[in-house]
C-alpha cells in the first residue's frame, strides 16, 4: 500500500513537472514572453528594465529555473489589469467557484439517485423511459445554450430566479458561502443545475445499470424472502451497493466540474475563477492566465491522487494489477 | 448428396439474394428507421451548409446587403427592402438569422469535420505505430494518451487558446489536440488486434515493407471502430467549437459559426429578444443529435459481436 502510494506520488510529481515545462514553453518559446510578461503600454527604456529585471536575456534553462524558483514561492506575476498578486487574484475566486462544483455535486446526487433507482425499479414504465430518454439529451446538448434557455425560461419569462451573480454570503461553521442565505440559494440555483446537468444524466444511467445488475442478486432475495418491507430493501441494501461506482465517478468528475464552470460562470457572470480564466485571455492578462493554469494543473493532479489513493483502498485488485504490470 | 451441396443449400437459405458487403451494410443500418431519418437529415444538413451562398436572400457578410436599421426585427418581419421575409428575425447588426445560420452551419462543420479528419490521421498513425512497435515507444505513447484524457477536454483547448491565441487556425489545432489521443487509443486496441493474425503473419513472410503491413493491411481492418469514433468526434469537436466560440476565445468576429451567433444573441436575451440565441442553438443541437444518432447506429452495425 505505501510503496503503492509513494509510486503513485512519484508519477503525479512528474505529471506537474511536465506540464510546468508545457507551459513555460508554451509562453516562452512559442509566444514572445517580452509581449507576454510586460505591461503593452511600456515605452522602449522600461522594456530593456524589465528584461533585465525579469532575466529574459539569460539562457532558457536557467530561465526555467528562475520560473520554477518564482512559482514554488508563490510569485506567479502581477496582474496587467487588477494590478495586483495574479495567485492572490485566483485564490480569492477560488471559494465561489468551489461552491458551485459542490452544489453541482450535491445536486447530481439527490436528483440523480432517486431518478436512476425509480428507472431501474420499473424499467418498462413510461416514466422510466422519459428519465432515460431526457437523460440522453443532457449528453448530447451543449451546456452553454441549455443555460441561456434556462435564463430565457426562468428568469426572463417567468421572473422566478435572478439571471446572473452570487448572492449575499454568509459564515457558518467557519466556511463563508453563499448557499447559507436565501437569496444566495436563488443565486445559485441556475447556475448549480446547469453545471449539474450532464453529472445528473451520468449518475442517472450508473444507477440504472446498477440498480438493474443488484436487484437479481442473492442479498435482496433473501432480504425479500425474510419479509424486509420495500423500502427498506432499496434504502438500505441496494442503495449501499450501488453506491460505490457511484460515488467513486463523482469524485473523478469533481474536476470536470471545476473545468466545466468555466462555460456556467461566463453564462450566470458568476464571479469565479473560470470567469477571471475568460477576461483575462478577453484582456490579454497573461500572467493571471498563467497563475489560472498552473493551479487547475495541481488541482487536478491532486484530485485524481486521491481518487486513486480512495480507489485502491475500496478495490484491492488496483494495488495487485499495478504489481504485476 | 454430398457435404458441400449441403453447406451449399444452407447459405441459400441464410441469404436468398448475393449481397455485396456494402449492401448488407445498408440493409443492417435502414432496420432502424431512426437512424435512416437522422441520416437523411445529416447529408440535407451538409448539402445546406455547402450551397448556403446560392439559396440564403443575403449574404449577412456583405455590409451593401444589410441594413443596421433592421437589426432585432421579430421572426416573420418583411425586410425593409421588402424583397423577401426575415421568416426568423434579425440579430444584433441587422443580418437576416436564416442567412446567418446557414453561413454559420457552414463554418462550424467545416471546422468540426477538418478538425475530425486531421486528429484521426494523427491519431490513427500514431496508435498504428504504437501497436506495431510495442515496448518503450508504445508505453511512452500511451502514458501521454492517458494523461491527456485525465484532463477535461475543454480544459486542454482553453491552455493552448491561452497561450496560441485565437483564431481558425488555433481552434483547428486545439480540436486536434485535444481529439487525436481518442483515436490512436482506438487504433492501438483494434491494431494489437490484428497485428497478432495470420493474414498479418503471411504478409509478413512475403516480404512487404513494415509501412505496407501497417497501412494496407492493418489499418483497413481496424476501420469499423475508427469510423464510429469520427462520427461521435466530429461532433464532439463540432460542440466543443460553438463552446470556445461562445466564450469569446474561439472563432474570429469575422468567420462567426454557430456558437458565436448564440453569444452575440445572448446580450438581447434579457430584453426578451430570445431569437437571435434560440434558433442558431437549435440548428446546433440538431446538427450534434443527428451526428450522435447515426454515430450510435454504425457502431451497433459495425460491431460483429452484434451481427446477426
Known amino acids: 500500500m505505501t510503496a503503492y502510494i509513494i509510486r503513485r506520488l512519484m508519477q503525479s510529481a512528474a505529471v506537474v513537472l511536465a506540464m510546468s515545462i508545457i507551459v513555460f514553453l508554451g509562453l516562452h518559446v512559442v509566444g514572445d514572453p517580452i509581449y507576454l510578461l510586460i505591461d503593452p503600454q511600456a515605452d522602449q527604456a522600461e522594456i530593456e528594465r524589465t528584461i533585465r529585471r525579469l532575466g529574459l536575456d539569460q539562457p532558457i534553462y536557467i530561465q526555467y529555473f528562475n520560473f520554477i524558483g518564482n512559482a514554488l514561492t508563490g510569485n506567479l506575476g502581477t496582474s496587467f489589469v487588477h494590478g495586483t498578486s495574479a495567485l492572490k487574484l485566483i485564490v480569492d475566486r477560488m471559494p465561489a467557484t468551489l461552491e458551485i462544483a459542490i452544489a453541482a455535486t450535491l445536486m447530481s446526487i439527490f436528483i440523480g439517485i432517486p431518478l436512476g433507482l425509480y428507472a431501474g425499479l420499473k424499467p418498462d414504465g413510461f416514466i422510466s423511459k422519459s428519465i432515460m430518454a431526457t437523460s440522453i439529451l443532457g449528453f448530447s446538448l451543449p451546456t452553454f445554450w441549455v443555460g441561456i434557455m434556462m435564463i430565457m425560461v426562468f428568469a426572463v419569462m417567468l421572473g422566478w430566479l435572478p439571471s446572473t451573480g452570487r448572492g449575499p454570503t454568509a459564515t457558518f461553521l467557519g466556511i463563508t458561502s453563499s448557499l447559507f442565505t436565501i437569496d444566495g440559494l436563488r443565486h445559485i440555483a441556475m447556475p448549480a443545475l446547469n453545471l449539474a446537468l450532464l453529472k445528473i444524466s451520468l449518475v442517472i444511467r450508473l444507477t440504472r445499470a446498477g440498480t438493474r445488475e443488484a436487484i437479481h442478486q442473492d442479498y435482496i432475495k433473501f432480504a425479500r424472502a425474510k419479509g424486509i418491507s420495500t423500502s427498506r430493501i432499496v434504502g438500505v441494501h441496494l442503495l449501499k451497493n450501488i453506491m460505490i461506482p457511484v460515488v467513486t465517478v463523482l469524485g473523478l468528475e469533481f474536476g470536470n466540474l471545476v473545468a466545466f464552470s468555466v462555460v456556467t460562470e461566463t453564462i450566470f457572470a458568476w464571479p469565479g475563477m473560470g470567469k477571471l480564466l475568460i477576461d483575462s485571455i478577453q484582456s490579454l492578462d497573461r500572467p493571471v492566465i498563467v497563475a489560472y493554469l498552473i493551479i487547475i494543473v495541481l488541482l487536478f493532479v491532486i484530485i485524481n491522487l486521491v481518487v486513486d489513493i480512495l480507489y485502491s483502498i475500496l478495490d484491492p485488485r488496483v494495488r495487485i494489477g499495478e504489481k504485476s504490470a | ?218 489499418l483497413p481492418n481496424c476501420l469499423p471502430p475508427l469510423i464510429v469514433v469520427v462520427t461521435v468526434q466530429t461532433a464532439h469537436a463540432i460542440s466543443l467549437e460553438a463552446t470556445l466560440s461562445f466564450l469569446g476565445v474561439g472563432l474570429p468576429q469575422t468567420e462567426p459559426s454557430l456558437g458565436l451567433l448564440i453569444s452575440n444573441g445572448f446580450q438581447y436575451m434579457l430584453s426578451g429578444e430570445y431569437w437571435i440565441s434560440f434558433f442558431p442553438g437549435l440548428v446546433l443541437l440538431m446538427t450534434i443529435v443527428v451526428i450522435n444518432l447515426v454515430g450510435d447506429q454504425l457502431r451497433d452495425v459495425l460491431n460483429p459481436r452484434l451481427s446477426k
Open chain 2, 1 to 218: 448428396m454430398s457435404v458441400t451441396d449441403a453447406g451449399a443449400v444452407n447459405a441459400t437459405v441464410r441469404r436468398p439474394a448475393a449481397q455485396t458487403p456494402f449492401q448488407r451494410f445498408v440493409a443492417d443500418y435502414t432496420e432502424s428507421r431512426l437512424a435512416t431519418i437522422a441520416f437523411i437529415l445529416l447529408i440535407a444538413t451538409m448539402v445546406l451548409a455547402l450551397i448556403a451562398p446560392w439559396i440564403v436572400p443575403q449574404n449577412p457578410y456583405d455590409l451593401a446587403q444589410v441594413d443596421i436599421m433592421d437589426s432585432r426585427l421579430k421572426p416573420g418581419t418583411p425586410a425593409s427592402s421588402g424583397k423577401y421575409t426575415h421568416w426568423l428575425g434579425t440579430d444584433g447588426a441587422g443580418r437576416d438569422l436564416v442567412s446567418a445560420m446557414l453561413y454559420g452551419l457552414r463554418i462550424s462543420l467545416a471546422v468540426g469535420v477538418m478538425s475530425g479528419l486531421i486528429a484521426m490521421a494523427l491519431g490513427a498513425a500514431i496508435g498504428l505505430v504504437a501497436a506495431y512497435v510495442g515496448g518503450r515507444t508504445e508505453s511512452l505513447i500511451m502514458r501521454i494518451v492517458d494523461l491527456q484524457l485525465s484532463f477535461p477536454a475543454i480544459l486542454v483547448a482553453l491552455m493552448l487558446i491561452a497561450i496560441l491565441g485565437k483564431g481558425v487556425d488555433k481552434i483547428i489545432i486545439a480540436l486536434v489536440t485535444v481529439q487525436w489521443a481518442y483515436y490512436a487509443r482506438t487504433v492501438r486496441g483494434s491494431a494489437l488486434v490484428e497485428s497478432r493474425k495470420e493474414y498479418v503473419e503471411a504478409a509478413r513472410c512475403l516480404g512487404l515493407s513494415n509501412a505496407r503491413i501497417l497501412f494496407g493491411h492493418i
